[in-house]
């Protein structure tokens, strides 16, 4: 197993600008998640893919959007940035589309919008 | 929809000290049942889960927690704490039957510090 990457780390952007966060997940992990963990809070769930097509958002904006690759890699763009976008961002990855194996997730990139 | 509530936001205890970390959840659906930990700068890693079966389900590095329905309670125990158990540990419901794609659904996060 390789575990679940992610890249950058940390991160600052202005606000009005665009931001691409990326994840590498476990080779046969078709199932991906991204998560929004704010200051103090506990994760939310932002969407998830499935074999490339999304298939499940959280209450997330439009300018929240993603892409799963054949590769078992994704991306999450934020668009527009705004300053309560700052948090730490997790991807998590796992087989199947059920819930029983439970998520691996990566170390998360830290978002800071200035 | 579902819902978790952990009952407290920091539990301090000293080394040694038994601790009991509290999780209620609401849900008008079955439930799975997880607990994930993240030491500081880090992500989310699985301490255990229920599934289904029996009702006290045992994890990683000592901890254990019990499924209670009528109470709608996974509280997590651990007989004996390290140092390095200090960390913020999150309680997180998905459900059972696959709505919401299966997404977890966490608590705010209880911070454990233990102290020599």
């Known amino acids: 197993e390789t575990g679940v990457t992610q890249s950058p780390t940390h991160l600052i952007k202005t606000r009005g600008q665009q931001v691409t966060l990326r994840c590498s997940s476990q080779?046969?992990?078709?199932?991906v998640s991204w998560y929004q963990q704010a200051l103090g809070q506990g994760p939310q769930f932002i969407f998830q893919y499935y074999r490339e097509e999304e298939n499940g958002r959280g209450n997330f904006p439009p300018r929240f959007s993603g892409l799963q690759f054949p590769n078992y890699s994704s991306e999450l763009n934020v668009n527009a940035l705004e300053l309560d976008d700052s948090a730490l961002y997790l991807c998590?990855?796992?087989?199947?589309?059920?819930?029983?194996?439970?998520?691996?997730f990566g170390s998360g990139t830290r978002l800071t919008v200035v | 929809a579902q819902s978790v509530t952990q009952l407290d936001s920091q539990v301090p205890v000293f080394e040694e000290a038994p601790v009991e970390l509290r999780c209620n959840y609401s849900?008008?659906?079955?439930?799975?049942l997880f607990w994930y930990v993240q030491y500081p700068n880090q992500g989310l890693q699985l301490l255990l889960k229920?599934?289904?079966?029996?009702?006290l389900v045992k994890g990683i590095n000592g901890f254990e927690a019990e499924f209670n329905k009528s109470q709608t309670s996974f509280h997590l125990r651990k007989p004996s704490v390290h140092i390095s158990d200090t960390a913020e540990y999150f309680c997180a419901v998905s459900d059972r039957g696959g709505g919401s794609q299966g997404n977890l659904i966490f608590g705010k996060g209880t911070k454990l510090s233990v102290k020599p």
């Open positions: 849900s008008s659906v079955s439930v799975y």
């Open positions: 998590a990855s796992r087989m199947d589309k059920g819930a029983t194996y439970g998520y691996t």
């Open positions: 229920y599934l289904s079966g029996s009702t």
């Open positions: 080779s046969g992990h078709n199932t």
